[in-house]
Every structure is written in structure tokens, then in C-alpha cells.
């Protein structure tokens, strides 16, 4: 990674039962949610509750409100920042650019090279590691 193109906001929000929380937004950004534990209702959503383990994509718009689920503490990773307008290449747990960089990402993890270390002198080498921990 060159430089940073954008500047993400990333929140770890906890919401008591019954509880609301709202977030300021630029129109432009991307914004999704997962959530964690819990359950949440979204105005927009026509009182539709969605629960724990899910991810959802949210349209353009300057404010995001959120309230819990009246049963439980919800938990929820809130993410927003500028798109990059670049391609995208989805393998699994893995995202890429392209499907080159996909496959040769798969190859790496395959071979125990996918991680990377970076030395002060501008060099990069690769350590074989345990590639059980890498099953794709």
C-alpha cells in the first residue's frame, strides 16, 4: 500500500436495549453495518427487525438511525468512507482487484508465502508459514 486514498470511519457501537443510536453522514460515502449480537430496527425498513450475523448496505442519505432490539444489548461495526471506484475480485474470505491478483493470492496462501514482511530497506521477503490456518 502506497498512501491512504481515503479516510474510513469505523465504529464499534454497543446500543442498550430499546436503545437508539445516530450517525451523521456525508451523502457520498459508503456506509454498511454488520451486526455483531442483537437486533435492530431501521425506519426505513418498515419495522422490519434484523437480527445478529447480518450485514446491510445502506443507500445514499445524511443521517443513519438505529434502534435496538427491546429484548437485548446490540453490538454492531458501523464502517463509512469515500468509494475508491475500483474493481473488485471476491474469492471467499479473500478481495482482490482482479481475478489475477485473486489467484495468486490463493497460490501464496497455498505455498505458506501470503504473509508479507516489509524491512526498513525497502525490501520485501516471504516466510513459509503453517498454511493449515489458510483453508480456503
Same mark, same amino acid.
Given at each position: 500500500?502506497?498512501?491512504?486514498?481515503?479516510?474510513?470511519?469505523?465504529? %464499534?457501537?454497543?446500543? =442498550?436495549?430499546?436503545?437508539?443510536?445516530?450517525? &451523521?453522514?456525508?451523502?457520498?460515502?459508503? #456506509? !454498511?453495518?454488520?451486526?455483531?449480537?442483537?437486533?435492530?430496527?431501521?425506519?426505513?425498513?418498515?419495522?422490519?427487525?434484523?437480527?445478529?450475523?447480518?450485514?446491510?448496505?445502506? %443507500?445514499?442519505?445524511? =443521517?443513519?438511525?438505529?434502534?435496538?432490539?427491546? &429484548?437485548?444489548?446490540?453490538?454492531?461495526? #458501523? !464502517?463509512?468512507?469515500?468509494?475508491?471506484?475500483?474493481?473488485?475480485?471476491?474469492?471467499?474470505?479473500?478481495?482482490?482487484?482482479?481475478?489475477?491478483?485473486?489467484?495468486?493470492?490463493?497460490?501464496?496462501?497455498?505455498?505458506?508465502?501470503?504473509?508479507?514482511?516489509?524491512?526498513?530497506?525497502?525490501?520485501?521477503?516471504?516466510?513459509?508459514?503453517?498454511?493449515?490456518?489458510?483453508?480456503?
Amino acid at each position: 500500500m502506497e498512501e491512504i486514498t481515503v479516510q474510513p470511519t469505523y465504529l %464499534d457501537v454497543t446500543i =442498550k436495549a430499546g436503545g437508539s443510536f445516530y450517525f &451523521d453522514t456525508d451523502p457520498s460515502d459508503t #456506509l !454498511f453495518i454488520y451486526i455483531i449480537y442483537g437486533s435492530v430496527h431501521l425506519p426505513a425498513e418498515n419495522k422490519r427487525i434484523l437480527p445478529s450475523r447480518q450485514a446491510v448496505l445502506f %443507500d445514499q442519505g445524511d =443521517k443513519l438511525p438505529i434502534k435496538a432490539g427491546d &429484548d437485548l444489548e446490540t453490538r454492531l461495526l #458501523l !464502517f463509512s468512507g469515500k468509494p475508491q471506484k475500483e474493481p473488485i475480485a471476491w474469492g471467499g474470505p479473500i478481495v482482490m482487484n482482479t481475478k489475477e491478483e485473486l489467484r495468486q493470492t490463493f497460490k501464496d496462501i497455498d505455498e505458506g508465502t501470503f504473509i508479507k514482511i516489509h524491512h526498513s530497506d525497502g525490501t520485501i521477503s516471504s516466510e513459509k508459514v503453517n498454511s493449515r490456518f489458510y483453508n480456503h
